[in-house]
T-cell receptor
């Protein structure tokens, strides 16, 4: 049973545009979330984490968390071709110290 | 300068054979993990170790055995390989459980 669901599966955005990625959890035990990015041929790399309701901004990236609805989103403004990658939402399982990943969103930035 | 070293980068194995995937981390982390990524199940957690002790095992098969000879090493032994084991295996580490997890570049295993 997938406890972290991502949408859309793939997304194409023009260079300079805004990309919006979504993630919903079905487990209220998840208290915070991570966003990871994976470029082709590489391992995933953490972008940012979000613990509190509301927005968290880091450069061109803004995460938004709504704990009541267990929804987290990632918005990338002024998208660059280097942002083309797989993006994963992940929730930590506190008891076991593991990350539960969503199935990923493939983002393509078109020049 | 990679801080998590996985060897080999690519591996082709024959069905029924045994292989060991190597992982060393130089981040001074106390927790290490193995994850698997395939087209069918992206980024699936396999094992977690903390201070060289097994914390969690989500791998149904005993054919997968992690081996921790040193604090910064966590190798993965896979026996009786099957074509379904074909995937990219990522080693990862974190300072402790529930902190940022850092991933290696992966070992891409193909079983023929």
């Amino acid at each position: 049973q997938q406890k972290v669901q991502q949408s859309p599966e793939s997304l194409s955005v023009p260079e300079g545009g805004m990309a919006s990625l979504n993630c919903t959890s079905s487990d209220r035990n998840f208290q915070y979330f991570w966003w990871y990015r994976q470029h082709s041929g590489e391992g995933p790399k953490a972008l940012m984490s979000i613990f509190s309701d509301g927005d968290k901004k880091e450069g061109r990236f803004t995460a938004h968390l709504n704990k009541a609805s267990l929804h987290v989103s990632l918005h990338i403004r002024d998208s660059q071709p280097s942002d083309s990658a797989l993006y994963f939402c992940a929730a930590p399982n506190y008891n076991q110290g593991k990350l539960i990943f969503g199935q990923g969103t493939k983002l393509s930035i078109k020049p | 300068d990679p801080k998590i070293i996985q060897k080999p980068k690519y591996l082709v194995a024959v069905t029924g054979s045994e292989k060991i995937l190597i992982c060393e981390q130089y981040l001074g982390h106390n927790a290490m993990y193995w994850y698997r990524q395939s087209a069918k199940k992206p980024l699936e957690f396999m094992f977690s170790y903390s201070y060289q002790k097994l914390m969690d095992n989500q791998t149904a098969s005993s054919r997968f055995q992690p081996q921790s000879s040193k604090k910064n090493h966590l190798d993965l032994q896979i026996t009786a390989l099957k074509p379904d084991d074909s995937a990219t295996y990522f080693c990862a580490s974190s300072h402790r459980a529930n902190t940022e997890v850092f991933f290696g570049k992966g070992t891409r295993l193909t079983v023929v």
